[in-house]
């Protein structure tokens, strides 16, 4: 059965930082693109983050780039997400999704990241 499980999220104060990871099994990690997106109550999931199977290349939403980095570990099984210089609009909840863009087949339940004061 193919499981992702997230963890990592939590409430921070806007300029914060958190590390976001994404525990995968039942089928091989490191055959795959992953991906993260985040998602608010009534609002369409956002893509955040891609990085393909080998860890290049990585790819970023505008509104991102430059404060996250994506990363994975194929001997972990672990996907990554750390996340600096978080903002209120960073508040949501973060999904790892197994693939990338419409060829994402897989997401776990997510983590909530919440930033405030």
């Known amino acids: 059965e193919v499981q992702l499980v997230e963890s990592g999220g939590g409430m921070v104060q806007p300029g914060g930082s958190l590390r976001l990871s994404c525990v995968a099994s039942?089928?091989?990690?490191?055959?795959?693109?992953m991906s993260w997106v985040r998602q608010s109550p009534g609002k369409a999931p956002e893509f955040i983050s891609a990085?393909?199977?080998?860890?290049?290349?990585?790819f970023y939403a505008p509104s991102v780039k430059g404060r996250f980095t994506i990363s994975r570990d194929n001997d972990k099984d672990t996907l990554y997400l750390q996340m600096n210089d978080l903002k209120s609009e960073d508040t949501a909840r973060y999904l790892c999704?197994?693939?990338?863009?419409?060829?994402?087949?897989?997401r776990g339940q997510g983590t909530q990241v919440t930033v405030s004061s």
């Open positions: 999704g197994r693939g990338y863009g419409v060829g994402i087949d897989r």
């Open positions: 039942g089928f091989t990690f490191s055959a795959y693109d």
């Open positions: 990085i393909s199977r080998g860890g290049d290349p990585k």
